[in-house]
């Protein structure tokens, strides 16, 4: 359940400040607020990952249907690109332009190997 060993401190509240100290003759920590003591007894607080936001150029587009996807491939194989390309349009969220599908697909499939 926990990462690490957690003992029980028994916390005084002295003058000017807050003493923990262990049942079992174990260290003794002294600190001026309940926030640096809690640094001195776990450490400090784990540091939360700063947000990178996305790329300008990407887009929200995500894959519905990988059976249609996979048959884009097909369709480029044999060489239509148009049905390629409406397979590509109608396979995610939101619904890709024509444009967009076609600079997608040529993109994802260089033109070695393939017909257009």
């Known amino acids: 359940?926990?990462?690490?060993?957690?003992?029980?401190?028994d916390i005084i509240k002295a003058r000017n400040?807050?003493?923990a100290n262990s049942g079992f003759d174990g260290p003794?920590?002294?600190a001026k607020s309940l926030h640096e003591l809690a640094d001195l007894i776990e450490g400090p607080a784990p540091v939360q990952p700063e947000y990178v936001p996305p790329h300008p150029n990407t887009c929200d587009f995500a894959v519905n249907d990988f059976d249609l996807l996979r048959s884009v491939s097909e369709y480029l194989a044999a060489g239509q690109k148009i049905k390629?390309?409406?397979a590509l349009?109608?396979?995610g969220t939101?619904?890709?332009s024509l444009r967009a599908a076609k600079e997608l697909l040529e993109g994802l499939f260089p033109m070695n190997?393939?017909?257009y």
């Open 28 to 30: 003794i920590f002294i």
């Open 17 to 19: 400040g807050w003493v």
């Open 84 to 86: 390629a390309i409406k």
């Open 113 to 115: 190997g393939y017909n």
């Open 89 to 91: 349009r109608d396979c």
């Open 1 to 9: 359940m926990f990462d690490r060993h957690c003992e029980a401190h």
């Open 94 to 96: 939101p619904r890709l």
